[in-house]
């Protein structure tokens, strides 16, 4: 065998395993939707991710969409039809900046799994924002209610005890709190579709 070949295959062989190697750091940045389910920080490549309010994120993996329920906060409403709030609350589309914002300037961010999903089949975790809990940001900006308790602390007391601490030093929240306002607006969601007045969505008002 020629040196020109041997450095040749040496070559082949060298790319062939950076290859590998890259796919497989990608797999561990991008797992599926069932991996980690809880206990443990996973990477999210913040071009997944895709929010329309403050404490909600959809992660669009490779393998399907995940929503997650971010835990430790509630967050004022935007206009969501759907989910009959023909409304949106004074604050709400101001938290979404927030975490628009957040994820914007962030080097990493990454999801912990509490291993429980909600009556939505939503995630419920943590985001971490350059190491950084997004839930006691969102508080300390008082874009957010803390923890009300209703809950518990779904099996993260320590994540969870840092809201309670900060929602305590940020005092009262500038706005109503977001499981009241949901409850106004399903009761006039209902009148008003009685009444023919609730408002046509993008796909009915076509």
Known sequence: MTDSLLVSRTWIWTALVVVVAAGAATLLVVP??????GKERVAVPKHLIRFDDGDSIT??????????????????????????IPYPQPFGYTAA??????????????????????????????????????????????LAAGPSG?????????????????????????????HLYRKRMRALSKW???????????AEGR
Request: charged share 25%.
């Open 32 to 37: 599926p939707p069932a991996h980690a389910r």
């Open 59 to 84: 992660i669009r993996w490779t393998q399907g969409d995940e929503v997650v329920r971010i835990l430790g906060i509630d967050t004022p409403e935007v206009l969501h039809l759907e989910h009959d």
């Open 97 to 142: 900046g927030f975490l628009r914002g957040c994820l914007a300037v962030a080097n990493k961010v990454e999801l912990l799994r509490s291993g429980q999903k909600d009556r939505y089949d939503r995630t419920l975790g943590y985001l971490f924002v350059n190491g950084r809990n997004y839930s006691v940001l969102a508080i300390e900006a008082r």
């Open 150 to 178: 209703r809950f518990g602390d779904n099996g993260l007391p320590k994540e969870y005890a840092a809201c309670r601490t900060a929602a305590a030093a940020a005092g009262p929240v500038p706005f109503e709190e977001p």
């Open 192 to 202: 008003m579709k009685a009444n023919g007045s609730y408002p046509a969505g993008p």
